[in-house]
């Protein structure tokens, strides 16, 4: 299983968000760490600019998003802008991508949210072409007429993960994709509905077996404050709970909020759960440092004592 950290834009001005995610992925580089994610978040960074950015900070790691929503550009554009930052990082970009949630796409964007399975299944046929630098791409599906010019091959072969939550979305993923990119699944969802159907859906299309990245909260605690690190998970990332689509993901499992899938704990707790998840499937865990303290100093070293042990567990599960 490969252990890798969320890299993204938090508190500050745009200069010491890039300085700080700058030395952030110098950071998990040097510990070792097989993949660093790049949110997508709607009121900050692209993370196709930030992963170019990191690229060309860095030799190694691979480069994923996490995840880029679709509706917002043209699949020639996604794939341009793709292809790009994969050719600055060396062949490293991993490309998630998904349909994102109506509350982004409707609520904010003002784009219509209507079929997004199937709106991704025409988009991923696009961009797979697109990907594939042939040097034209003629699509004609239910949602996308494409006859463009397209002169940029890649530097390698883009995997592509979709982030797919719901039976229909697994299928595409398996059929269409290299993996998925979840949030919001427990050990349960992962292992009874997650893999099941996205293993079938790759292995009926004759693909290999996908990626299952799951995304996790850890937190490095004594065993008195794992509440504290659950109540603060619940508070700083609990807004996704709302979104119908997570909320049918959490039904495939036994948590119910964010704060019940944090894994808090000494190392060995921390070590066994995410081993959990690999018994479960999970062929990547994409760890969400989540510090606690009463103060900006606790909060930091906090944040530090549970990196060092995750790059630590990263070299001993591997």
């Not at 950071?27 to 070792?32: I, T, Y």
């Not at 299928?171 to 159907?197: F, Q």
């Not at 999970?282 to 440092?289: G, P, Q």
Request: aromatic residues 4%; contains cysteine.
């Amino acid at each position: 299983m490969r252990i890798g950290v969320m890299i993204g834009p938090e508190k500050g001005d745009s200069g010491r968000k890039l300085e700080r995610m700058l030395r952030d992925i110098a950071w998990a580089e040097s510990a070792g760490l097989d993949t660093a994610w790049i949110p997508q978040v709607p009121n900050d960074f692209d993370a196709l600019v930030t992963v170019t950015a990191m690229g060309l900070a860095t030799s190694r790691i691979e480069l994923g998003t996490a995840v880029v929503p679709l509706q917002a550009q043209h699949p020639i554009a996604l794939a341009r802008q793709a292809l790009s930052a994969h050719a600055a990082a060396g062949g490293r970009l991993a490309l998630g991508v998904g349909p994102s949630h109506h509350w982004i796409i409707r609520d904010m964007l003002g784009l219509p949210y209507e079929k997004p399975a199937a709106y991704t299944r025409d988009y991923l046929e696009v961009l797979a072409a697109g990907l594939a630098g042939t040097g034209s791409v003629d699509v004609e599906n239910s949602t996308f007429t494409v006859h463009n010019p397209l002169d940029l091959g890649p530097v390698a072969p883009v995997p592509v993960l979709v982030a797919a939550l719901g039976p229909v979305m697994l299928r595409i993923a398996g059929e269409r994709a290299d993996g998925t990119v979840l949030w919001m699944a427990d050990e349960r969802a992962v292992a009874e509905h997650v893999v099941p159907k996205i293993n079938k859906a790759a292995a009926d299309a004759g693909r290999s077996a996908p990626r299952v990245v799951v995304g996790l909260p850890v937190c490095l605690c004594s065993a008195g404050q794992v509440d504290e690190a659950r109540a603060r998970a619940n508070r700083i990332l609990g807004e996704a709970e709302v979104s119908p689509n997570y909320q049918r993901l959490l039904e495939q499992g036994d948590a119910r909020t964010i704060g019940d899938l944090c894994i808090a704990g000494d190392e060995e707790a921390i070590a066994a759960g995410l081993r959990r998840y690999a018994d479960a499937g999970a062929t990547d865990i994409s760890v969400r440092l989540l510090p606690i303290g009463d103060d900006r100093d606790a909060l930091v070293a906090s944040k530090r004592r549970t990196r060092e042990m995750v790059a630590d567990l990263a070299r001993r599960l591997r």
